[in-house]
Antibody, heavy 119, light 108 residues
Framework: EVHLLESGGGLVQSGGSLRLSCVAS????????MTWVRQAPGKGLEWVSI????????YYADSVKGRFTTSRDNSKNTLSLQMNSLRAEDTAVYYC????????????WGQGTLVTVSS | EIVLTQSPGTLSLSPGERATLSCRAS???????LAWYQQKPGQAPRLLIY???SRATDIPDRFSGSGSGTDFTLTISRLEPQDFAVYYC?????????FGQGTKVEIK
């Protein structure tokens, strides 16, 4: 059974940094691209970033480009999101999700971790 | 970047009625790589439809997807009480893999 567990969320001041992690199980982690999606309180879903299975291809939304860095450690089945220069508008629940193909939809999602940026 | 526009913003219907949700793309979606997700309050989204018209595992057949190119539709043939939720479309044919803004299906 596929399982994704995010951690690392919390309260941070504007301009600060935070690192999110997502530990995966139940599938061959290195074979699948992984995605970060966020959702501000009461708002819709916003795609943030995707990283290929090997970690060699990474794409970002314009809203986070240059501030966020996505990485993965396939030996530890772990996906990470390093968030720097945080802004109030980065306040959201952050989900990690597993791509189902190449490319594929997001078939499996974690439960999310809340990041709150105080101004 | 492909912009997805969903309509209507809110759909007020009664159980048993048919729901028709629209998702329009600003440019053609590569290979109709268009997915639909359902989200209930406090929960992560759930994949319903991928490839514009293929149902995901364990999704009831009252959910169907159609369309191609720039115009896509999610249809719920007969609304069940558990179907009242927010629905999002997403294109995954090119990065950034954008989402629509969502359609809320509420009980009338």
């Amino acid at each position: 059974e596929v399982h994704l567990l995010e951690s690392g969320g919390g309260l941070v001041q504007s301009g600060g940094s935070l690192r999110l992690s997502c530990v995966a199980s139940g599938f061959t982690f290195s074979s699948y691209a992984m995605t970060w999606v966020r959702q501000a309180p009461g708002k819709g879903l916003e795609w943030v970033s995707i990283i290929s299975g090997g970690g060699d291809k990474i794409y970002y939304a314009d809203s986070v480009k240059g501030r966020f860095t996505t990485s993965r450690d396939n030996s530890k089945n772990t996906l990470s999101l390093q968030m720097n220069s945080l802004r109030a508008e980065d306040t959201a629940v952050y989900y990690c999700a597993k791509d189902s193909g190449s490319p594929g939809p997001l078939h499996y999602w974690g439960q999310g971790t809340l990041v709150t940026v105080s101004s | 970047e492909i912009v997805l526009t969903q309509s209507p913003g809110t759909l007020s219907l009664s159980p048993g009625e048919r729901a028709t949700l629209s998702c329009r793309a600003s440019q053609s979606v590569s290979r109709n790589y268009l997915a639909w997700y359902q989200q209930k309050p406090g929960q992560a989204p759930r994949l319903l439809i991928y490839g514009a018209s293929s149902r995901a595992t364990d999704i009831p057949d009252r959910f169907s997807g159609s369309g191609s190119g720039t115009d896509f539709t999610l249809t719920i043939s007969r609304l069940e009480p558990q179907d009242f939720a927010v629905y999002y479309c997403q294109q995954y044919g090119s990065s950034p893999r954008t989402f629509g803004q969502g359609t809320k299906v509420e009980i009338k």
